[in-house]
């Protein structure tokens, strides 16, 4: 077999940078009284202006705004409410949250989402509406289900949960039918923690559904409720979060399609692997990198996932039928064989947006050598070959903590159980056996004569962050926006380069 990471290489991963880290302080720090809708205002223009979308509500999860979409237009028991077999299990709770009947469709072959033709066959007297999914970030066929639509007098709510920045005919998804619903839970795209957001064009539908998630308060009576409303709210902080996320967006699908093009060309040559579609003028913004198994290979996704897993990668097998669910089971109405072929034959591989061409270069290393076998290239390469080495060496070094290294740039803060033991020959093997080129100490209070003794060792002053005090907390804290009045030191932090 070939080497095997210590660490497996996780299945999705968030982009999150500095200015993320800004707004979510800043709405810590500010985002109050007067001034606690400030970011929730924010996001949500700043998600109509992305989309090309007139009105959007901010909400706890895409499963709270897909129960609002429907009770939005009164969806209630006695109704059919039409959506695919492939997809995440809330697509189908929503609607069984408002009483109404899930009817299951199969999915085309070529894009993996709902099939108009089963959507046209499925509608009876009692549909009220169709839920198109953008499975794995592909748009759905929207002109086709729109129309049938409109023929019907039915609504369209898109389950956009996994499609944020994916692009059908130029428009984004989230702007292509009556209603739509995405997530950002903390596997999605655009992340944070968790959250959704619903939007619409329609006036009307917008009004319902902002008086409806806000608890059906009166417009004019102060705590004066006329129906039964629902909480479905976001905070301030998370909002904030998520405003950075959706000024990122391009930058992150482009990250997760450089991704996605890594893996197509490791693979190249590779026979019998179908992967994610992306049909003319579409952008699919590849959430999940997604091979089906051919049948030629003789083996299912189970197998090949216990496989990976074996060899430190995790991944994660294609959604179930929602009608392999045991609540689910009695609403099938005709066969889903593509649906159930998908998820037999396909699994989803490790695909974050921050992944490195060295961890796709592993795992691609490691699935031809399932497939094929006598694969002959070193699976662990670049910085995982580093970090490899840092983890069997670092049990040499007792009384050192290593706070985050870094083993792209090679970089690492150091700190002592005993200040007085760091010595030219320590800092000397951490060079030679570690690899690292600089390393960086922290020196709280500032003392003069702990940092003469670091700059004898070759240390250089670097960034000097204020340090406050907080009452109740027994330390003092970095500086992040209280009022500079408040700063009581600066911890110094010390660099040496190699």
């Known amino acids: 077999m070939l080497e095997i990471l210590s660490k497996p290489i996780l299945v ?86 408002t009483g109404a009947t899930p009817v299951f469709v199969d999915v085309c072959q070529d894009d993996w989402t709902m099939d108009p033709d089963a959507v046209e066959r499925a509608i009876t007297p009692k549909t009220k509406a169709i839920i198109p999914v953008h499975l794995y970030g592909h748009p759905c066929k929207m002109d086709r289900l729109n129309a049938i639509a409109k023929a019907h007098g039915l609504y369209v709510i898109e389950d956009a949960a996994q499609s944020m920045g994916s692009l059908y005919h130029g428009r984004h998804t989230g702007s292509l039918g009556d209603m739509a619903c995405f997530s950002f839970h903390g596997s999605k795209i655009v992340v944070m923690g968790e959250g959704g957001v619903f939007t619409t064009s329609d006036e009307s539908l917008y009004n319902r559904a902002k008086f409806l998630a806000d608890v059906a308060k009166h417009p004019t009576k ?31 699908v482009a990250k997760k399609r450089r991704v996605f093009q890594w893996y197509r060309e490791e693979m190249d040559g590779v026979e019998g692997l179908e992967w994610n579609p992306e049909l003319p003028d579409i952008r699919n913004n590849y959430w999940m990198v997604t091979p ?23 991944g994660r097998p294609f959604f179930y039928r929602i009608t392999d669910f045991p609540m689910y089971r009695q609403f099938r109405r005709e066969q889903t064989p593509v649906a159930r072929r998908l998820h037999e034959r396909g699994l989803n591989l490790p695909c974050g947006a921050e992944l490195t061409r060295e961890e796709v270069k592993y795992v691609c290393a490691h699935l031809r050598d399932i497939l094929m076998g006598g694969e002959g290239s070193k699976p662990i390469t670049g910085w995982l070959d580093r970090r490899e080495r840092f983890l069997k060496e670092q049990a040499g070094f007792p009384g050192v903590e290593f706070i985050n290294p870094d083993f792209h740039a090679m970089d690492c803060e150091i700190s002592l159980e005993k200040p007085e033991e760091l010595t030219e020959g320590l800092l000397g093997r951490l060079h030679r056996e570690l690899g690292f080129k600089r390393l960086f100490i922290r020196e709280s209070g500032g003392g003069s004569a ?49």
């Not at 198994?293 to 995790?314: C, F, I, Q, Y």
């Not at 702990?450 to 204020?466: D, H, K, Y």
């Open 12 to 97: 999705s991963g968030s982009s999150v940078g500095p200015l993320e880290v800004h707004y979510a302080a800043d709405a810590a720090q500010t985002g109050w009284n007067e001034k606690c809708f400030d970011y929730i205002k924010r996001f949500e223009q700043t998600v109509c202006d992305t989309l090309g979308v007139k009105y959007a509500v901010a909400t706890p999860s895409c499963t709270a705004a897909l129960h609002l979409s429907l009770l939005t237009i009164g969806v209630k028991a006695g109704d059919e409410v039409i959506l695919p077999d492939s997809t995440w299990v809330a697509t189908a709770n929503a609607v069984s949250y």
């Open 222 to 252: 102060r705590f004066f409720n006329d129906e039964v409303g629902y909480k479905f709210r976001l905070s301030n902080l998370q909002a904030a979060f998520g405003t950075a996320q959706m000024e990122r967006l391009e930058e992150i």
């Open 450 to 498: 702990a940092i003469g003794r670091l700059e004898s060792l070759g240390f250089v002053e670097r960034q000097r962050i204020p340090m406050v005090r907080v009452g109740g907390c027994p330390e003092s804290m970095e500086l992040f926006r209280q009022p500079y009045a408040d700063v009581q030191g600066y911890d110094v932090i010390l660099m040496k380069a190699f």
């Open 292 to 314: 089906v198994l051919d049948e030629s290979w003789g083996h299912d996704a189970d197998w090949l996932l216990a496989e990976l897993d074996k060899r430190a990668v995790s």
